[in-house]
């Protein structure tokens, strides 16, 4: 079952913010979150795991809502390096420790 | 450390064929994941394998298969291609399994079918 982003495409002008939202309709186990730039391979940037353990780059913010099945990435004060397709990647109770991607958002950044 | 790597970058085959790519892990990493990706449906999980055993499997038909050896690598099948079997596909290895820990992405392999 595939996690659902939102939104499904984002502009922002340098030093903006965005929040990238994922949900889920199971109950997850954890919560990954990657990168992709156009022409490259998807970047690992977190994992947020039932329980609240975080595992990531220091500069990425995520949240975790176990209760609502929810996960949410925080890009502040957005760098044009920032441009790229964001997924979410959710595991679920029942998928058997299985990665599902979400179908990602977009997110451009204008200088 | 080397990075994920993948064999061959682009590859292209015509309808009834069949085709091997090949991943090699980064050193120490256990799983191996494989995704197919396409413009219109994003990363879609063909299947993990772990010390040697396959441990999930996505949707799809029994013509993709895939193994993994005895020094992680990997590789993924496709029997007699489909035109929709054309995408990029990507693997991605970690130390355990893919649920629980980072993935490191390998360049892909662009596979055409004519």
């Known amino acids: 079952q595939q996690p659902v982003q939102s939104p499904q495409a984002v502009i922002l002008r340098e030093g903006e913010d965005a929040v990238i939202n994922c949900s889920s309709s199971?109950?997850?186990?954890?919560v990954h979150w990657y990168r992709q730039k156009h022409g490259e391979a998807p970047v690992f940037l977190m994992i947020?795991?039932?329980?609240?353990e975080q595992k990531g780059h220091e500069k990425i913010s995520a949240s975790f809502n176990e209760k609502k099945q929810q996960s949410s990435l925080y890009l502040t004060a957005s760098q044009l390096s920032y441009s790229g397709t964001y997924f979410c990647?959710?595991?679920?109770?029942?998928?058997?420790?299985?990665?599902?991607f979400g179908s990602g958002t977009r997110l451009l950044v204008r200088p | 450390k080397a990075g994920v790597t993948q064999t061959p970058r682009y590859l292209i085959k015509t309808r009834g064929q069949q085709v091997t790519l090949s991943c090699s892990p980064i050193s120490g990493h256990r799983s191996v994941s494989w995704y197919q990706q396409t413009p219109g449906q994003g990363l879609q999980f063909l299947f993990e394998y772990f010390s040697e055993t396959q441990r999930n499997k996505g949707n799809f038909p029994g013509r993709f298969s895939g193994r993994q050896f005895s020094n992680s690598r990997s590789e993924m099948n496709v029997s007699t291609l489909e035109l929709g079997d054309s995408a990029l596909y990507l693997c991605?290895?970690?130390?355990?399994?893919?649920?629980?820990?980072?993935?490191?992405f390998g360049p892909g392999t662009r596979l055409t079918v004519l």
């Open positions: 947020l795991l039932k329980g609240g």
């Open positions: 199971k109950a997850l186990y954890s």
């Open positions: 990647g959710t595991e679920t109770g029942d998928s058997s420790y299985k990665l599902i």
């Open positions: 991605a290895s970690s130390l355990g399994l893919a649920g629980g820990n980072a993935q490191f």
